[in-house]
């Protein structure tokens, strides 16, 4: 199987990851933490910021995989993928320590949710309809 469209989404996701983790780098740099957050907040921030990522972009592209491999039409991967994106470029920018409610915080996630849920709703109507 040749995947065609999930890796147009996949390529600048992982693009974003690797900014969070040279973030998260240069801090453990700044600060001395080698290992955990050593009690730094804004070293917390960014784990967290990095560790959401991958969370999220792992669970939302396997979706976009097993659904693509069952032939899901492009645009129900592209509803996906844009929102997987759009989620992964504002989460970082709202997840802060001081404003658990931050506008981008809730962008974020909820476009996360809708990409999963688009690739879940197809790989559910493909099944059922099997």
């Not at 915080?105 to 849920?117: D, E, H, K, Q």
Request: contains cysteine; hydrophobic residues 55%; proline residues 4%.
């Amino acid at each position: 199987m040749i995947f065609i469209v999930t890796p147009l989404y996949a390529l600048p996701v992982a693009a974003i990851y690797l900014a969070l983790w040279m973030r998260v780098s240069a801090m453990r740099g700044a600060t001395g933490v080698s290992f955990g957050d050593g009690g730094n907040a804004a070293l917390l921030q960014r784990i967290r910021q990095h560790g959401n990522c991958a969370e999220w972009m792992s669970f939302v592209l396997i979706l976009m995989m097993l659904a693509e491999g069952l032939g899901a039409p492009a645009i129900w991967l592209h509803v996906s993928g844009v929102l997987l994106l759009i989620g992964r470029i504002a989460h970082p920018f709202g997840l802060k320590a001081d404003t658990a409610g931050h506008p981008l915080r809730y962008v974020g996630n909820g476009s996360n949710i809708l990409a999963a849920l688009t690739a879940m709703v197809y790989i559910s109507i493909h099944i059922i309809g099997q």
